[in-house]
């Protein structure tokens, strides 16, 4: 099954707008490797996002994700159980996006992937950047409404 997806934009990014960032978030590294690949398996399983995916392609994801994302603007968080959200900025055609953002199951819908979404847009607009956008699977309605509530709005199929 092919998921569809869509771009979402918020084109004049406000941190004063934002709402607060997460104080225990820290930039990803690469020795985040093991529990990235863990947690994106947790976050999507059961969801929409969920394509049968096992360890090795999770992993297949992670590397591609560190190959490719800017470091200093992706985040992740962790609580005395290990990795429970990450929010990794790429840029496409000259342009910022979110993606992904995951957050494990058991902290789902408490703020998490919010907070950390948060820090990457106030670390991007710390350093300029005014537009950023977000792809969301179609029917992610969690991801949907998170990025909504942060001003973005839906721009097309992407």
């Given at each position: 099954?092919?998921?569809?997806?869509?771009?979402?934009?918020?084109?004049?990014?406000?941190?004063?707008?934002?709402?607060?960032?997460?104080?225990?978030?820290?930039?990803?590294?690469?020795?985040?490797?093991?529990?990235?690949?863990?947690?994106?398996?947790?976050?999507?399983?059961?969801?929409i996002?969920?394509?049968?995916?096992?360890?090795?392609?999770?992993?297949?994801?992670?590397?591609?994700?560190?190959?490719?994302?800017?470091?200093?603007?992706?985040f992740v968080?962790?609580?005395?159980?290990?990795?429970?959200?990450?929010s990794?900025?790429?840029?496409?055609?000259?342009?910022?996006?979110?993606?992904?953002?995951?957050?494990?199951?058991?902290v789902?819908?408490?703020?998490?992937?919010?907070?950390?979404v948060?820090?990457?847009?106030?670390?991007?607009?710390?350093?300029?950047?005014?537009?950023?956008?977000?792809?969301?699977?179609?029917?992610?309605?969690?991801?949907?409404?998170?990025?909504?509530?942060?001003?973005?709005?839906?721009?097309?199929?992407?």
């Amino acid at each position: 099954m092919t998921r569809r997806r869509s771009e979402y934009l918020l084109p004049s990014l406000e941190p004063d707008l934002l709402p607060p960032s997460r104080p225990d978030a820290r930039p990803v590294d690469s020795t985040d490797r093991a529990a990235l690949a863990a947690l994106l398996l947790d976050a999507y399983r059961g969801t929409i996002d969920d394509e049968g995916e096992e360890l090795a392609d999770a992993f297949d994801a992670i590397d591609h994700y560190l190959g490719h994302i800017l470091l200093p603007h992706s985040f992740v968080a962790v609580d005395e159980l290990g990795l429970i959200g990450m929010s990794f900025v790429v840029v496409v055609n000259d342009r910022h996006y979110i993606d992904p953002v995951a957050t494990h199951p058991r902290v789902k819908q408490t703020g998490v992937g919010r907070a950390l979404v948060s820090t990457s847009l106030r670390s991007l607009a710390a350093v300029g950047v005014r537009e950023v956008g977000a792809t969301i699977t179609d029917g992610n309605t969690g991801s949907e409404r998170l990025f909504a509530g942060l001003g973005f709005h839906r721009a097309g199929a992407w």
